[in-house]
């Protein structure tokens, strides 16, 4: 296969790779670190404190909610995209970026990490020149809410295997680990009820976004102990260590979680999810294989109890067969192949 040019969009509000918490960078730099490995040219539209092997073009504009801001960073993307002689573009960012691209010829690509906004993309349907645009979601979950108006096809986001030592054994007191923002879908209060019933130690870690910082300080603070303790965000150092010597992953989820790349990072580990019912959970969680699927706190709780019941060898083998860079790249690359000889 001929190299290809590849032009990839990010949001402005972080750089790629992010410094912390920062999922969709993560991907993006993921993929730019594949592409440029296999030969294929790069250019990215990010923040301007992203560091990357692909041609960085900084954005003027901080944010995606500022009409200036748009403004200044669909100019620069759509400056470079007329007379760059692209083979594919593929956004992460914004799908107003793409506007002027529309009608055009050039292959487009839209990934959803979220929500799709399904209003947005059945007007972008209508004003695509035929066959040119198509959409991806970070599962079916996703995904299946865009076929019905347009392409779409599941695409996981994946987990460079090198950064998490797989961990063949878990001591018996090994800790419970919960790893997310700390707000209330996300079910930090739960992970502490499951921690308490079940006697088992607790690690929480992740940012408290400040508009949370009233759950923290009143319904997760006042249970922190030497049983259960909170380390605040981790870095890809502290998060390997941190997974890799946990019993189980909690996600207690109280919402349709789109993906979760944390889950993967976890299994990356060795370490088996159990996670609530929702969103993209049931593809991720195969039960008594990876991890388990429940639907509420006292379900969690009878599988913490048997969680040594699963083969830590099968997660870690799970996840280099469905959620590895490797093999996420080369989805991304057969989709980007199929899209353009479509359109030529």
């Known amino acids: 296969m001929k190299p290809l040019k590849i032009a990839l969009i990010a949001d402005p509000e972080l750089p790629v790779p992010p410094l912390l918490y920062g999922g969709i960078e993560r991907i993006i730099d993921m993929l730019i670190e594949g592409y440029v490995n296999l030969g294929h040219e790069v250019s990215l539209f990010a ?43 593929h956004s992460f960012g914004r799908l107003l970026y ?38 991806t979601g970070c599962s079916a979950y996703i995904s299946n809410q865009i076929t019905p108006h347009a392409p779409a096809y599941p695409i996981f986001n994946g987990v460079d295997l090198s950064i998490y030592n797989f961990k063949e054994a878990a001591p018996t ?52 102990s030497e049983q259960i303790t909170y380390i605040g965000p981790v870095n890809d150092t502290q998060k390997n260590d941190l997974l890799g010597k946990a019993s189980a992953f909690l996600m207690p989820i109280e919402w349709n979680e789109p993906f979760g790349i944390v889950m993967a990072e976890a299994m990356a580990c060795g370490t088996p999810v159990i996670g609530f019912n929702r969103g993209s959970v049931p593809e991720i969680i195969i039960n008594g294989k990876n991890g388990y699927q429940c639907t509420n706190c006292d379900q969690m709780i009878d599988y913490v109890k048997k969680i040594h019941e699963i083969s830590r060898k099968d997660v870690r083998k799970d996840a280099e067969q469905r959620f590895s860079s490797e093999v996420i ?16």
């Open 47 to 89: 923040h301007s404190d992203s560091k990357t092997k692909a041609k960085l073009f900084p954005y003027r504009g901080k944010t995606s909610h500022r009409k200036t801001d748009i403004v200044k960073n669909a100019f620069l993307i759509n400056k470079e995209l007329y007379n760059g002689n692209y083979d594919i573009v």
């Open 173 to 224: 007191d090994a800790p419970l680990v919960f790893l997310g923002r700390i707000e209330p879908i996300k079910g930090t209060h739960i992970a502490i009820e499951v921690a308490k019933r079940t006697g088992k130690k607790l690690i929480i870690a992740g940012n408290i976004p400040s508009k949370y910082q009233g759950y923290f300080d009143t319904q997760i603070k006042p249970e922190l």
């Open 98 to 135: 793409l506007l002027p691209q529309l009608p055009l010829k050039i292959p487009k690509l839209m990934s959803y990490q979220r929500e799709p906004s399904i209003s947005q993309i059945k007007k972008a349907a209508k004003i695509a020149k035929k066959n040119t645009l198509a959409f």
């Open 329 to 344: 790249i080369q989805q991304y690359i057969n989709l980007y192949t199929d899209r353009i000889n479509q359109n030529e």
